[in-house]
């Protein structure tokens, strides 16, 4: 079974929400997931923020990009498109570790705001 | 935004930036890397090293002292304190500078955007024998100097690099230079350049793109280390001068020594063109900036080129307009205005053949990117897929500039045909 489908089936966590490596010229620095159809991605934004103190940055029209420590997540409003950004001092193989642990608050704030949308 | 913002200025409608009247633009570490690798080989490292650091030192010295004016600095470390913001806000580092009791200068850190850059990308493969941080030199040498007692310039070494596995980066200044300072080009020489702004094709779309781009990059800077990341690279606020005034240096040289492989060199200051477009174009097309400003890639040869055209105006390259696209068979790209041309001219006066180097190969690799890539597949940019499109059976394009600023043509002209 390949990486990828090892963490797919791992990080599913009965959200439907899927981590997976993202396209970069970065190695194993960027992690791609979709946030279901329908999510209000403020509202996960915001609960992400609540739950890990993250500051929210400046970013282009339309993307929410918050700052963990030196880590980062991208929330596309549009498309539900989520980027987790691995630090780079982070060493090469705990990064996925490190993308796992900022996905796990993501499903939390993620599960909120469906609760709250309902 | 960082407490510099404020004396950031864009010339239109010919997308180029100035800071405090010293122009500059926005590359990533693949691109830095590269071009300071390309000044090396053409020169020798000690010497590309020395060459880089007084590039950097030239353009730090005019800059630091408008900041040191507009923001009222007298005492030396008032002065120090600017400098070392100014660095860290461009993404080149945390340096922390030292003044001596005894006159010497030093400054140490561990996160130069070289150095560490450096490390990152490649450090688990290579030992690198040859420090990397001579922006971080250049600085140092530039703040001996403004904070001095005798008047002259400094150059500066690195005795210790991140790059090389040091804990720490070193620098260390030293009074003194036979080779003295050089004017670099400031905005007013940019305009003494500047022909008349004509644009090209879906200019509402490329202008849209580019000037959401600019706020972004406007509004970012430096993290706690000094280094500044975006669209998944790390990127610097960086002179233009420091490009230029270095490629054109080492050409001239090469030129001048070993006229038989001068080509060489030219191909490789145009391959650094393939660098940034593949690595810094290709992921900010590919980023979640992009889908939410843009919208999701769909990949199609139209859309990529003129993504292109945006991201290089965005990034302060000049106004690129596309002149004609064919998808697939041929691109023309033109300019009034870009980062290489004045410089050159400023140099070195009229170019009896194309030099914008730089353009030239970054107007190949938009054909390569909107013809051999299949975005859909949303690919990896690793070193093997930037070996397997531009380095393995042919570009499959080829190009020409039969109109160059830097020849005292009005535009340059860039024509890129499928072969």
């Known amino acids: 079974m390949s990486y990828h489908g090892r963490s797919r089936n791992r990080d599913r966590c009965g959200s439907g929400v899927n981590l997976t490596l993202d396209t970069s010229c970065t190695d194993r620095r960027a992690f791609r997931t979709d946030l279901p159809t329908g999510t209000n991605v403020d509202d996960v934004a915001k609960g992400l923020a609540q739950a890990t103190g993250a500051d929210r940055v400046a970013s282009v029209p339309g993307v929410i990009s918050l700052r963990i420590g030196r880590d980062e997540v991208v929330l596309v409003a549009r498309t539900g498109r989520v980027q987790i950004r691995v630090d780079a001092e982070i060493v090469r193989h705990e990064r996925r570790l490190r993308a796992e642990s900022l996905f796990v608050f993501l499903l939390q704030a993620v599960r909120a705001a469906d609760v709250n949308n309902r | 935004?960082?407490?510099?913002?404020?004396?950031?200025?864009?010339?239109?409608?010919?997308?180029?930036?100035?800071?405090?009247?010293?122009?500059?633009?926005?590359?990533?570490?693949?691109?830095?890397?590269?071009?300071?690798?390309?000044?090396?080989?053409?020169?020798?490292?000690?010497?590309?090293?020395?060459?880089?650091?007084?590039?950097?030192?030239?353009?730090?010295?005019?800059?630091?002292?408008?900041?040191?004016?507009?923001?009222?600095?007298?005492?030396?470390?008032?002065?120090?304190?600017?400098?070392?913001?100014?660095?860290?806000?461009?993404?080149?580092?945390?340096?922390?500078?030292?003044?001596?009791?005894?006159?010497?200068?030093?400054?140490?850190?561990?996160?130069?955007?070289?150095?560490?850059?450096?490390?990152?990308?490649?450090?688990?493969?290579?030992?690198?024998?040859?420090?990397?941080?001579?922006?971080?030199?250049?600085?140092?040498?530039?703040?001996?100097?403004?904070?001095?007692?005798?008047?002259?310039?400094?150059?500066?070494?690195?005795?210790?690099?991140?790059?090389?596995?040091?804990?720490?980066?070193e620098i260390s200044g030293k009074q003194g230079d036979s080779h003295g300072r050089r004017r670099v080009a400031d905005q007013a020489a940019f305009e003494r350049y500047l022909g008349e702004s004509t644009g090209g094709l879906h200019e509402e779309t490329i202008s849209a793109i580019a000037d959401g781009l600019q706020g972004f990059v406007r509004g970012a800077s430096g993290d706690d280390r000094g280094l500044m990341q975006a669209f998944n690279v790390f990127v610097t606020q960086h002179f233009s001068s420091y490009y230029a005034d270095t490629g054109f240096a080492a050409v001239k040289l090469v030129e001048a020594v070993s006229p038989a492989v001068a080509g060489s060199c030219e191909e490789l200051l145009r391959e650094a063109g393939h660098v940034c477009v593949f690595n810094t174009f290709g992921n900010i097309l590919m980023s979640p900036e992009w889908e939410g400003m843009v919208g999701p890639l769909k990949g199609d040869a139209e859309e990529i080129v003129q993504g292109c055209a945006a991201i290089a105006r965005g990034l302060g390259f000049g106004r690129w307009a596309i002149a004609e696209h064919e998808p697939g068979k041929r691109l023309v790209l033109r300019t009034q205005s870009n980062y290489e041309a004045t410089s050159w001219l400023e140099r070195y006066g009229k170019a009896t053949h194309p030099r914008c180097y730089f353009m030239q190969g970054a107007a190949v690799a938009f054909m390569v990117l909107a013809t051999r890539v299949d975005w859909a597949e949303r690919p990896k940019l690793t070193q093997a897929y930037y070996d397997n499109l531009f380095r393995g059976k042919g570009l499959g394009f080829k190009m020409q500039s039969p109109r160059c600023l830097t020849m005292g043509d009005r535009e340059t002209e860039i024509v890129v045909e499928a072969v």
């Open chain 2, 1 to 169: 935004m960082s407490r510099f913002s404020q004396f950031a200025t864009l010339l239109e409608p010919y997308d180029l930036t100035f800071l405090a009247g010293t122009p500059y633009v926005y590359h990533c570490h693949h691109f830095n890397l590269f071009h300071d690798q390309t000044i090396d080989d053409a020169v020798g490292e000690k010497a590309g090293f020395e060459l880089r650091a007084r590039a950097a030192r030239d353009a730090f010295v005019p800059l630091l002292q408008a900041l040191f004016e507009r923001l009222g600095a007298t005492t030396a470390a008032e002065k120090v304190d600017i400098a070392q913001d100014l660095f860290a806000s461009m993404g080149q580092g945390r340096l922390a500078i030292e003044l001596g009791p005894d006159g010497t200068v030093r400054g140490r850190g561990a996160h130069l955007h070289y150095g560490f850059a450096w490390r990152e990308k490649y450090g688990e493969r290579v030992k690198r024998a040859f420090p990397a941080d001579a922006v971080a030199a250049g600085l140092v040498a530039a703040v001996a100097e403004l904070t001095a007692q005798s008047a002259g310039p400094w150059t500066a070494s690195e005795t210790q690099c991140v790059g090389m596995r040091a804990p720490a980066c």
